[in-house]
């Protein structure tokens, strides 16, 4: 995926960072650590998956020139000619399998996959909130949290499955219909939180759409049923959506054995593709051989987050000599050296000498 990204654009280019440092006090273990990045984002194909929100639903005529997507391409195109959106944006649906409505049943559905984006942006949730009636029990409020959850990160690993696509989720932006049952109160109290559980849980990208988009800041960017954009609206969607796809550009430094995330309000590390339960500090000390990641919180007054490039840190054989290795072990060595017609390290090289703590291979 990087190299495709970096081919599509004239002002990428990846730089490769190796880091050596001692892990242990005898100076055994050397960990090397590869880090890719990119200093210029290109999206390459993007699907933009969701809602009437993404569809364009009151506004879109043909060709569409009204929706986000629509937008959105016109913004790319102006950094990186190559690429290409997609809008795969269907009214009424739910991100829930279980639901009558869920996208997973949609006709735009399989096409999404078989696309094999290089960027997906998952704009889901807002019709989920009719799940939650007011004669509903917290066990069934709880159950329908649980599904919008779960539901979201089967849709992630689903894209992972046809190309390996950067991933952005939403947030669901300001609503208020109350004929519609789609009220703001409970997407913000249970849908969102719901779907920014999966978006940490996958490391994946999150744009916080509701912090940027509400008719009560701008009444303009609504339609009269205060659940969809005007075209106005839809302009400025693709610029929140534009501003974040640019942010997709950090990358994790490294110092000794510690790892340090780009600045931001609130970080959670990875290690090959895991979420590191309590590693949510600035910084984080490697804790063996693996892919590390972080999602770092990158506004203050909002929930989005922005994923780094993984930096692979790899385990190799440090032959550093030991000054305290006792003599009578190096003789020992010397001797079973004379017997034996050849020694090797984990490497595979030929040894001459032992070192202290090192392991010894014989052919």
Partial sequence: MLSERETSSDFSFSVVYIYLMVMRMFGIIVMAAVAASVSAFAAGKVACVGNSI???YGIVSWPDQTSYPHHLQEMLRGDAPGDTVENFGVSSLTVRKDDQASYWKGHRFAPAIEFAADTVIIELGTNDSKAYAQWNTPAQNAAVDSAITSDFEALIDTFQVKSKPHVFICLAPYVNNVDWNILDTTVVKRVNPAILRAGLEKGVNV???????????????YLSDMVHPSVEGAKHL???VYAHLQMDTLHVTQDGSTLKAPKGFGYQWYKDGRLL????????????EGEYKVSVKVDEKSLSRIVTAPLDVQETTGLKPNAHAGEMREKSFANSLRQSKQHFDAR????????KYQKIYSK
């Fill in 54 to 56: 993404t569809y364009g």
């Fill in 207 to 221: 744009i916080d759409l509701h912090s940027r988009f509400s008719a009560l800041e701008n009444p303009s960017w």
């Fill in 238 to 240: 693709a610029e929140i």
């Fill in 277 to 288: 339960d309590g590693d949510t500090l600035e910084t984080l000390t490697v804790s063996g």
């Fill in 348 to 355: 595979g090289r030929a040894l001459e000498k032992q070192r």
